[in-house]
């Protein structure tokens, strides 16, 4: 049974770090992707950033900077360190693995607010 599961969101200050991370088990084949994307209220889910074979990076123009994605092949694991937090960074953050061949898995998603 495949399982994704995200740790690491909560509540920081504006101008504060947060550190996202993602595992992902279960999983019997090659991972082509693992990424990021975050659902504010009443918008529709965006892309933050992925990482593609392990090397290439894609982010959102609004993180570019600021947000870095980071994984580890081996574990299965995919990290986002955000960085000068802004209150429009305030989603819940979802962790997508890509699988060829297979629907894509998500996280159940953990909530990040950025707030004075």
């Known amino acids: 049974q495949v399982q994704v599961v995200e740790s690491g969101g909560g509540l920081v200050q504006p101008g504060g770090s947060l550190r996202l991370s993602c595992a992902a088990s279960?999983?019997?084949?090659?991972?082509?992707?693992m990424g990021w994307y975050r659902q504010a209220p009443g918008k529709q889910r965006e892309l933050v950033a992925q990482?593609?074979?392990?090397?290439?990076?894609n982010y959102a123009d609004s993180v570019k900077g600021r947000f870095t994605i980071s994984r580890d092949n081996a574990k299965n694991t995919v990290s986002l360190q955000m960085n000068s937090l802004k209150p429009e960074d305030t989603a819940v953050y979802y962790c997508?693995?890509?699988?060829?061949?297979?629907?894509?898995?998500w996280g159940q998603g953990t909530q990040v607010t950025v707030s004075s």
């Open positions: 997508y693995v890509s699988v060829p061949g297979f629907p894509g898995y």
């Open positions: 279960g999983i019997k084949r090659n991972i082509y992707a």
């Open positions: 990482i593609i074979s392990g090397v290439s990076t």
